[in-house]
């Protein structure tokens, strides 16, 4: 769950009479008892590799940095599964780690004896490591020094087996079993017929059994991270392909540790050209031609992104958290189809304001590293402003004009929502320094 920066884009029949607007909103105070402080935000029980292609990300719900550390005398906090016969911890966070406010951890199945495993271990991350730095996979190569960080799990586990579809997960404070209770118990995602200590409300009403790319996640659409302790309001599932219209476009996205973190209040956004209405030209073009995952052809929408972080900023990315797609149901649209739109890369280029002055619009990429998005970006897909790394970093008071583009499969009234994940440059004490 994140602090959503809301792009809103309302549209009519034609995708050519809607408003456009931006605003901030803050998620609710960081709890103050341990319950719902660190939350389950993504998961999966299987993947295209296989059964044992699973991971559980992990978010921290405050705005001050966690320290683990075991409610026991145990090793940390335990991620555990269970069916009501069967329970067992999977993963343990370890005593010590620190969670960033609003950050992630991520625990993956890398069992090297059954398939493959873990297959996200491309899927881009944060700021790139000095050194090459190896991963908890032993079947993956290191991260090279110089690129971003990836998706590698913070904490991996084997198991001689899967966690089974349908089993319950929760997370306690304890990482041994007999102390994992509703008292030690930090949060949980289950099915209906998961035992009441691993689930959440009367639970998730359906068991995913695709293979295929797909992922539970947190609902987003309320523009704040939903936990209401019913994991079937405040979840949702879908998949990179769908072989049915009900199936939601949705892409996995996991974040760890080294991952950017939301950055909506520090971060502005203003249209590319404040003089002219949100919906017309150039802060918004509507373009005829089609092309792969826009048959209709595409929007355009450009806004200028202002760094107020106080410091350098070397990692920018987008998350989509809301948008019209495949499988979204007309009753998020007033009864009417909604549009079908896809997140799309975008090319750099240039635009022409309302007082005749050119200017530059940056691209953006939509991250599919391995490919994950055959049919275009949409719920939890993460677009990268890749020119803007520790070497050419947007520094503080500086702006970036960036351009989104959406490829339209179907017309209706659209809206598209992003989060503004971005990460400062690491700092790093010389030797002078770290001796005072």
């Not at 491309?122 to 700021?127: A, Q, R, V």
């Not at 052809?297 to 958290?321: D, P, Y």
Request: charged fraction near 15%; charge should be neutral.
């Amino acid at each position: 769950m994140r602090f959503t920066l809301r792009l809103s884009v309302l549209a009519c029949v034609a995708l050519a009479c809607a408003g456009a607007y931006l605003s901030v909103e803050r998620g609710s105070r960081a709890q103050t008892q341990p319950g719902g402080s660190v939350i389950i935000s993504e998961l999966r029980y299987r993947g295209p590799d296989g059964i044992r292609d699973e991971y559980v990300e992990l978010y921290n719900n405050t705005n001050a940095p966690i320290t683990v550390q075991a409610s026991d005398a145990s090793g940390g906090w335990g991620l555990a599964a269970s069916n009501g016969s069967v329970a067992g911890t999977f993963c343990v966070i370890p005593n010590g780690t620190v969670i960033p406010a609003r950050g992630h951890f991520l625990c993956a199945n890398t069992d090297p004896d059954f398939g493959s495993g873990y297959s996200l271990n491309d899927y881009p991350s944060g700021n790139p490591t000095p050194t090459p730095t190896p991963t908890p996979n032993p079947s993956a190569a290191p991260v090279p020094a110089g690129t971003f960080a990836t998706a590698r799990p913070d904490r991996a586990y084997t198991l001689f087996d899967d966690i089974p579809d349908g089993f319950g997960i929760a997370l306690f404070t304890s990482a041994n079993t007999p102390n994992q209770n509703a008292a030690t118990r930090l949060d949980a995602f289950g099915f209906t017929n998961s035992p009441a200590l691993f689930r959440e409300g009367a639970g998730f009403p359906t068991v995913p059994s695709t293979s295929n790319e797909h992922v539970i996640f947190r609902d987003l659409r309320s523009t704040v991270p939903q936990d209401t302790n019913n994991n079937a309001a405040d979840f949702r599932f879908g998949a990179t392909t769908g072989s049915i219209q009900s199936q939601l476009n949705v892409s996995p996205g996991p974040e760890n540790l080294a991952s950017p973190i939301v950055n909506n209040t520090t971060i502005s956004v203003n249209l590319l050209d404040p003089t002219v209405a949100g919906a017309n030209p150039p802060n918004r073009l509507r373009i005829q031609t089609p092309e792969t995952n826009a048959p209709l052809g595409t929007i355009i929408i450009r806004r200028t992104f202002t760094n107020n972080t106080g410091s350098a900023v070397t990692r920018l990315r987008f998350r989509v958290t809301n948008i019209t797609t495949r499988g979204t149901p007309n009753s998020e649209c007033g009864g009417a189809p909604c549009a079908d739109v896809r997140a799309l890369t975008s090319d750099d280029g240039t635009a022409t304001l309302n007082n005749q002055t050119v200017v530059v619009v940056r691209g953006v990429d939509l991250e599919e590293n391995p490919p994950i998005t055959p049919e275009g970006g949409g719920l939890n897909s993460s677009l990268s402003a890749n020119f803007i790394t520790l070497a050419t970093p947007l520094q503080n008071g500086f702006s970036v004009n960036i351009q989104f583009k959406l490829g339209v499969v179907r017309s209706g009234p659209f809206r598209f929502f992003i989060n503004v994940e971005a990460q400062n440059a690491p700092i790093i004490l010389n030797s002078a320094a770290r001796g005072r």
